[in-house]
């Protein structure tokens, strides 16, 4: 069977899997669970690749929603990502009920019209997207290290090849104060939540200052537990993002300063805790070349970065910085819908989401094939991901 073949073949393969893929799709999108707790989804995602006889490893990396499975033999090795967590009080507001069900299409649709060829597609489950890096946990236990290209798509309201996901960190703040009656003896207390709160608006300041691509954002999680007691411990979360690595280290520096100045104005001890580490996604342009023309020849025509555009941050980055690998937006939207609001919630469970996730499980599973079939597009994938590297 030559490539044109095989490609026509994955179409048929995803086609014949839609109604499936759609049913579980939406049951994810009507049963979001927060990172790291995503069992439905990942027992649906995992039943649907037993229902067709694909051994499943779960529990990778010593995450329980985690899994991976594997088809073929040999050399180059392509992995297709999914994920499915969903966002505290907003669902499915990132799309990911239509990420894993798409890695899955991808896979299966792969699996049949690879069968003879030489190499391995892998499928990887990957939790945890949205807060805790679960990708992080696969790279160290070795999911990605002889992953010749990683492979994923984002649900969006764009068809973008290249955006620009940020570096990022999270920071977790505690003051501690001293508790005191807030009428009879407030002069014995020391106050966390007014220590809190000059930090926090010396961080406000502070973001008037600083370079227009990076953001310093978050939320106060504790601000005392009773108006009549000076507040003993205030809390704050923090994120802090930046597209270059040198600038977000500048960055921590300067965000910490904030509350370091204040604990020690208000006589509170800080505690701090950074973790939660993205990188910037890097988009492997041969890769990204061949995703999207696979997309074109699916009706998609796939848009550069425009210089405006902001993303999120993703642990795909750190993915991309140890392999080659790609993160396109394809659009679930027919105007501009922002991500993580309610609106997208929505539009991730539309017709036309849907129809975008057998696109994209296509398109995903062709490039995989280009991978698979033409040696000289790993080799230029490895020498533009090493060209990359710092
Ligand atoms: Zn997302």
């Given at each position: 069977m030559d490539l044109?073949?095989?490609?026509?073949?994955?179409?048929?393969?995803?086609?014949?899997?839609?109604?499936?893929?759609?049913?579980?799709?939406?049951?994810?999108?009507?049963?979001?669970?927060?990172?790291?707790?995503?069992?439905?989804?990942?027992?649906?995602?995992?039943?649907?690749?037993?229902?067709?006889?694909?051994?499943?490893?779960?529990?990778?990396?010593?995450?329980?929603?985690?899994?991976?499975?594997?088809?073929?033999?040999?050399?180059?090795?392509?992995?297709?990502?999914?994920?499915?967590?969903?966002?505290?009080?907003?669902?499915?507001?990132?799309?990911?009920?239509?990420?894993?069900?798409?890695?899955?299409?991808?896979?299966?649709?792969?699996?049949?019209?690879?069968?003879?060829?030489?190499?391995?597609?892998?499928?990887?489950?990957?939790?945890?997207?949205?807060?805790?890096?679960?990708?992080?946990?696969?790279?160290?236990?070795?999911?990605?290290?002889?992953?010749?290209?990683?492979?994923?798509?984002?649900?969006?309201?764009?068809?973008?090849?290249?955006?620009?996901?940020?570096?990022?960190?999270?920071?977790?703040?505690?003051?501690?104060?001293?508790?005191?009656?807030?009428?009879?003896?407030?002069?014995?207390?020391?106050?966390?939540?007014?220590?809190?709160?000059?930090?926090?608006?010396?961080?406000?300041?502070?973001?008037?200052?600083?370079?227009?691509?990076?953001?310093?954002?978050?939320?106060?999680?504790?601000?005392?537990?009773?108006?009549?007691?000076?507040?003993?411990?205030?809390?704050a979360r923090l994120m802090v993002r930046s597209p270059d690595n040198a600038y977000l280290a500048d960055l921590r520096r300067r965000v910490l300063a904030c509350f370091e100045g204040s604990a020690l104005a208000t006589g509170c001890t800080l505690k701090h805790e950074w973790s939660d580490v993205c990188e910037v996604v890097t988009t492997n342009r041969p890769l990204a070349e061949a995703f999207a023309a696979n997309a074109k020849a699916l009706g998609r025509a796939m848009q550069p970065r425009r210089p405006a555009d902001t993303h999120g941050s993703t642990d795909m980055g750190n993915v991309t910085t140890v392999v080659p690998g790609i993160h396109p937006f394809l659009s679930i939207t027919d105007g501009p819908v922002p991500g993580h609001s309610i609106a997208f919630t929505e539009a991730a469970r539309s017709p036309r989401a849907l129809e975008t996730m057998h696109l994209a499980a296509k398109a995903l599973a062709m490039t995989a094939l280009d991978v698979l079939a033409d040696p000289g597009l790993a080799k230029r994938a490895k020498e533009a991901h090493n060209g990359h590297k710092i």
């Amino acid at each position: 069977m030559d490539l044109a073949a095989q490609k026509r073949r994955v179409g048929e393969g995803v086609d014949a899997r839609a109604a499936a893929l759609d049913r579980l799709a939406l049951e994810i999108h009507g049963h979001p669970e927060l990172a790291f707790e995503e069992r439905f989804a990942a027992e649906g995602l995992t039943k649907l690749l037993a229902s067709e006889k694909v051994d499943v490893r779960r529990g990778v990396g010593g995450l329980e929603t985690a899994f991976v499975a594997e088809a073929g033999a040999g050399e180059p090795v392509v992995a297709i990502l999914g994920e499915y967590d969903a966002l505290p009080g907003l669902g499915h507001a990132c799309g990911h009920n239509l990420l894993g069900t798409a890695a899955i299409g991808a896979f299966l649709a792969l699996r049949d019209a690879a069968d003879g060829m030489r190499g391995r597609i892998r499928i990887v489950g990957c939790p945890a997207e949205e807060r805790g890096g679960g990708k992080v946990f696969l790279i160290r236990a070795g999911v990605f290290a002889d992953v010749t290209a990683a492979l994923m798509y984002h649900p969006g309201d764009r068809d973008e090849l290249d955006p620009l996901m940020l570096a990022m960190v999270s920071l977790e703040i505690e003051l501690a104060g001293k508790a005191a009656h807030a009428a009879a003896e407030p002069y014995e207390g020391v106050n966390a939540l007014d220590g809190l709160l000059l930090g926090w608006n010396a961080m406000s300041a502070m973001r008037l200052l600083i370079r227009s691509d990076s953001r310093v954002h978050g939320i106060i999680t504790d601000g005392g537990k009773a108006p009549n007691i000076i507040p003993d411990r205030a809390a704050a979360r923090l994120m802090v993002r930046s597209p270059d690595n040198a600038y977000l280290a500048d960055l921590r520096r300067r965000v910490l300063a904030c509350f370091e100045g204040s604990a020690l104005a208000t006589g509170c001890t800080l505690k701090h805790e950074w973790s939660d580490v993205c990188e910037v996604v890097t988009t492997n342009r041969p890769l990204a070349e061949a995703f999207a023309a696979n997309a074109k020849a699916l009706g998609r025509a796939m848009q550069p970065r425009r210089p405006a555009d902001t993303h999120g941050s993703t642990d795909m980055g750190n993915v991309t910085t140890v392999v080659p690998g790609i993160h396109p937006f394809l659009s679930i939207t027919d105007g501009p819908v922002p991500g993580h609001s309610i609106a997208f919630t929505e539009a991730a469970r539309s017709p036309r989401a849907l129809e975008t996730m057998h696109l994209a499980a296509k398109a995903l599973a062709m490039t995989a094939l280009d991978v698979l079939a033409d040696p000289g597009l790993a080799k230029r994938a490895k020498e533009a991901h090493n060209g990359h590297k710092i």
